[in-house]
Each structure stands twice: as structure tokens, then as C-alpha cells.
Antibody, heavy 119, light 111 residues
Framework: EVQLVESGGGLVQPGGSLRLSCAASGFTFSSYEMNWVRQAPGKGLEWVSYISSSASSKYYADSVKGRFTISRDNAQNSLYLQMNSLRAEDTAVYYC????????????WGQGSLVTVSS | QTVVTQEPSLTVSPGGTVTLTCASSTGAVTSGYYPNWFQQRPGQPPRALIYSTSNKHSWTPARFSGSLLGGKAALTLSGVQPEDEAEYYCLLYYGAARLWVFGGGTKLTVL
């Protein structure tokens, strides 16, 4: 059974940093591309970042470019999102999602991790 | 800035048929945008329904179908059930810009 479990969320002050993790199981993690998607309270979904299976390619939404860094450890079956210079508008539930190959199929999602940026 | 537009809300009667659409500010949506559709119930993470325009997951009920319609991506629900009441999001891929953009979501009410 495919499972994606996010962790690392919490309350952080504006300008602070936080690192989210996503533990993957039930599939060959190193074979899949991964993404982070977020959802502000009461709002819609926003794509945040993409990483290829080998980590050779990384893409970011303009809203987080230069502040967030996506990475992965295939030996540990883990995906990460390092978030720096956090702003109030980064407050959201952050989901990690699996991307299945050339057909760009966002098939499995985690339960999400809440990040709150507030003083 | 690229914008993906969905109907904010739709209402359908149980057993009825409804079509949700997904438009791109850049022009007609084609299969090259690899449209995905997701269902989200309150308090739950999104659940994938359709990928690459019209392909269903193993868990997608048969009453859901995806297509291209009039330059937009479309999600059609036929024989709507009360449990289909939810928010629905489309997702388009902009390969040249190397980014994905979600639509604003459609709140579907079954009444």
C-alpha cells in the first residue's frame, strides 16, 4: 500500500525557517518524481515544487522561488521541503504527492502537515 | 501570470448529470496540458480522479469521466450520488514554463 506521511509542520515566526519531511513507503521511491502542494486555510490548492526521481531537475512556483528548496534522499525514501524567509501567506497545509511518469499523473497524496507563520 | 478558471459552484440533483470545466488563460486546453482532476471533501486531502485528460484510477467510480470540450478540460459526473458533494480541482501542466497550475476549484452541491 502506497503511503506518504508528512511531518515537521508547526508554528514559526515571520522570517523564520522550517523543514518539512515526507516519508514514503509501499513503492519504489527512487523511481518516482515528487511534488509539494499547499492549501491555505479555506482556500484552493497551489502547486509549490517538483523534483525528478534522481533530483537532477527541480521546479518551483514563483511565489516560493528563492526561499524554498526541495530535496530528496532515495536511500531513506524521503522527500523534503526547506522553507526559509517564511511569510504569513505561506501559512497552509502542505501535501506531498507522487507523480507517476510521463503521463504526469498525480496519483497519491499524503494527509498533509500544517505550517502556521505568525508572530 | 497564468490563470486556470473553473466554475466557482454548481448544483445538481441526485441521479443527474453535471459537467465541470477547466479553462486556461493562455488559450485552448489540449492533451499536452495533461489535465488532472481531484476531489476534496472537507477535512480530507485531495483524492485523484482523472489523469492525462481522461484516464481513470483504479478507485475512480465509473460515473466520473474526463474529456476535452470546447477548448477546455472537462469532468462529467453521470448519475450523481449524494457522496459526490465536494470541491473539485483541475490541474494543468505548462511544460514550457515548467510549472503546474491548479484551478480555483468548483464546489459541487448535490440537492
Amino acid at each position: 500500500e502506497v503511503q506518504l506521511v508528512e511531518s515537521g509542520g508547526g508554528l514559526v515566526q515571520p522570517g523564520g525557517s522550517l523543514r518539512l519531511s515526507c516519508a514514503a513507503s509501499g513503492f519504489t521511491f527512487s523511481s518516482y518524481e515528487m511534488n509539494w502542494v499547499r492549501q491555505a486555510p479555506g482556500k484552493g490548492l497551489e502547486w509549490v515544487s517538483y523534483i525528478s526521481s534522481s533530483a537532477s531537475s527541480k521546479y518551483y512556483a514563483d511565489s516560493v522561488k528563492g526561499r524554498f528548496t526541495i530535496s530528496r534522499d532515495n536511500a531513506q525514501n524521503s522527500l523534503y521541503l526547506q522553507m526559509n524567509s517564511l511569510r504569513a501567506e505561506d501559512t497552509a497545509v502542505y501535501y506531498c504527492t507522487r507523480l507517476a511518469g510521463s503521463i504526469l499523473n498525480f496519483d497519491y497524496w499524503g494527509q498533509g502537515s500544517l505550517v502556521t507563520v505568525s508572530s | 501570470q497564468t490563470v486556470v478558471t473553473q466554475e466557482p459552484s454548481l448544483t445538481v440533483s441526485p441521479g443527474g448529470t453535471v459537467t465541470l470545466t477547466c479553462a486556461s488563460s493562455t488559450g485552448a486546453v489540449t492533451s499536452g496540458y495533461y489535465p488532472n482532476w481531484f476531489q476534496q471533501r472537507p477535512g480530507q486531502p485531495p483524492r485523484a480522479l482523472i489523469y492525462s485528460t481522461s484516464n481513470k484510477h483504479s478507485w475512480t467510480p465509473a460515473r466520473f469521466s474526463g474529456s476535452l470540450l470546447g477548448g477546455k478540460a472537462a469532468l462529467t459526473l453521470s448519475g450523481v450520488q449524494p457522496e459526490d458533494e465536494a470541491e473539485y480541482y483541475c490541474l494543468l501542466y505548462y511544460g514550457a514554463a515548467r510549472l503546474w497550475v491548479f484551478g480555483g476549484g468548483t464546489k459541487l452541491t448535490v440537492l
